[in-house]
């Protein structure tokens, strides 16, 4: 898989350049008693084990689906952010404690002009490391890559802010190292945090986002035939296979053979185009009968009164069983639901009382 190679290509770039800031910061640290430094290489070495992290991740998730797991392995891409973001927060709660020490029993540091240029590199390597992993994490569509990115170009600011407490140090010989180390070990804290609640999120499984799901149902809606695409659901196994359902409105004088071409289409034209598969179900619409267009427009205006209903569908009137069915989509904040659907029902039915209505409840899962 050309995703998951270059995931791991880039893995090991990390790996290797941590691993050099990490002896280059430790020795530096180590030499001039700078408890920061220290701490600093601390969180290379957990951005380097990171790295070994997501590549155990990609290989694993990389696996062909088989009968135990027949939607595959793809979700083990944010177990492993989730133990990445374990990781981080060790560190974190690790440089906080060394950095209370200091400051309860403060070390004076000892700077060189030598050991400042080679932190000034440090940053810079950093910096850019991070920038060229967060752009390929999103450009591959890696959760660990973009955490990982995102976490080393603001572990350059941090860097850079130990280079100034040492010239602060070195000018006025005051030392701020522990209170210094303290705040670093806070931020790390902060984005394990960030890092472990957005792996927790997708694992949870999130909502679609909403420009992917209003392109989806434009593109199924431009098909000859389709009055409408609605209740369009995604789920993610990983962040590479996305299946889901949709339902497409058609008018009901069209032949099985007419639906099972189009819906065929519209399967296929959605895998190539987006890479999610799709089933397609339908909903019939009445079409050669004035009466029921006016009194699907009456249920519109009805429905129109109530803002926390946002969208009616599937409309249907079976003659033969003198029977209305429809869909209601009502915002998750409502918490009178099952109340809405009897006083639309109660409405209707006063309206047209010979006939019975039914009522699905839909949930607002894409917009």
């Known amino acids: 898989m050309e995703r998951g190679k270059k995931i791991i290509q880039i893995s090991i770039i990390g790996i290797i350049v941590n691993s050099i800031l990490v002896a280059f910061k430790a020795a ?62 060790l560190a974190g709660f690790t440089s906080f404690k060394s950095s209370l020490e200091n400051i309860f029993s403060p070390k004076t540091a000892d700077y060189t002009i030598v050991s400042l240029v080679i932190i000034a590199v440090a940053v810079i390597v950093k910096f850019l490391l991070g920038k060229y992993v967060k752009s390929e994490g999103v450009k591959y569509n890696s959760e660990s890559l973009i955490a990982s990115g995102t976490d080393a170009v603001f572990d350059s600011m941090i860097s850079l802010s130990t280079i100034v407490a040492a010239v602060i140090s070195m000018l006025w010989n005051i030392s701020i190292e522990g209170w210094l180390g303290a705040v670093i070990a806070v931020i790390i804290i902060k984005a394990g945090i960030e890092i472990l609640l957005s792996s927790l999120s997708g694992i949870i499984g999130e909502r679609i986002d909403s420009k992917l799901s209003k392109d989806l149902k434009k593109h199924i809606g431009e098909y000859p035939d389709v009055l409408g695409a609605y209740d369009l659901s995604l789920h993610r196994y990983g962040p590479e296979k996305i299946i889901g359902s949709v339902h497409v409105e058609l008018p009901d004088n069209i032949t099985a053979k007419e639906i099972h071409c189009l819906t065929r289409n519209i399967t296929e034209d959605i895998y190539v185009n987006y890479g999610i598969i799709l089933t397609v179900g339908i909903y019939a619409s009445n079409t050669t009968n004035e009466t029921f267009s006016e009194m699907k427009e009456k249920l519109s205006r009805l429905i129109s009164a109530y803002p926390e209903i946002l969208q009616m569908h599937g409309f249907y009137v079976d003659t033969d069983k003198m029977l209305v069915s429809f869909d209601l989509v009502i915002d998750f904040k409502s918490v009178r639901k099952t109340e809405l659907c009897d006083d639309i029902i109660k409405e209707m039915k006063q309206m047209y009382p010979e006939y019975n209505f039914t009522v699905i409840l839909d949930s607002d899962v894409s917009d």
């Open 28 to 89: 530096v640290g180590f030499a001039t008693g700078s408890v920061a430094i220290i701490m600093d290489a601390v969180n290379n070495l957990s951005d380097a084990l990171s790295s070994v992290i997501t590549i155990i991740g990609t290989k694993l998730a990389g696996r062909k689906p088989d009968k135990k797991h027949p939607y595959g392995y793809g979700q083990i891409e944010y177990i492993s952010s989730v133990i990445i973001a374990a990781i981080v927060l």
